[in-house]
């Protein structure tokens, strides 16, 4: 169960970002701003030559005693960051992998909508709709 997700611009600025115990929220922004770090190393190590074919998936980013922080990036990099709470151990690398592909394919239609304004705020009912059913289920 995903407990924080993040939709961070090209240009380090968060577009939307939603976390459940609301009393830890400032942690969860500073776990957010600094796995951008990562995400950029991850990125670059990747080479310029693969930028085509390179994974979307960056897999786990950093793990805490408490949470575990994985990262995304889609072509436009823009970047998707999520904070698993530690101790659910049933969620697998394939579970997290599709729950980034649901939270791509919300995010585009966002995009596609002729009302929207890229760089603004995410605002979509629809997109907070499917982030809170991505933070309330439990696989």
Do not use: W
Not at 19 to 34: D, G
Not at 61 to 75: A, H, I, Q, R, S
């Amino acid at each position: 169960m995903a407990v924080c997700v993040a939709v961070i611009a090209k240009e380090n600025y968060p577009l939307y970002i939603r976390s459940t115990p609301t009393e830890n929220e400032l942690k969860f922004h500073y776990m957010v701003h600094t796995s951008l770090d990562v995400v950029d190393e991850k990125v670059s190590a990747m080479g310029k030559a693969l930028v085509d074919q390179r994974e979307l998936y960056l897999g786990l980013l950093y793990p805490t005693e408490d949470y575990k922080v994985y990262g995304y990036v889609t072509n436009s990099k823009v970047k998707f960051v999520m904070v698993v709470d530690s101790s659910n151990t049933a969620l697998r690398d394939n579970e997290i992998r599709s729950m980034f592909r649901k939270l791509h394919n919300s995010y585009t239609d966002v995009m596609c909508n002729p009302f929207y304004n890229p760089g603004d705020r995410i605002q979509s009912r629809a997109f907070d709709t499917m982030v809170t059913s991505m933070m309330i289920q439990v696989c």
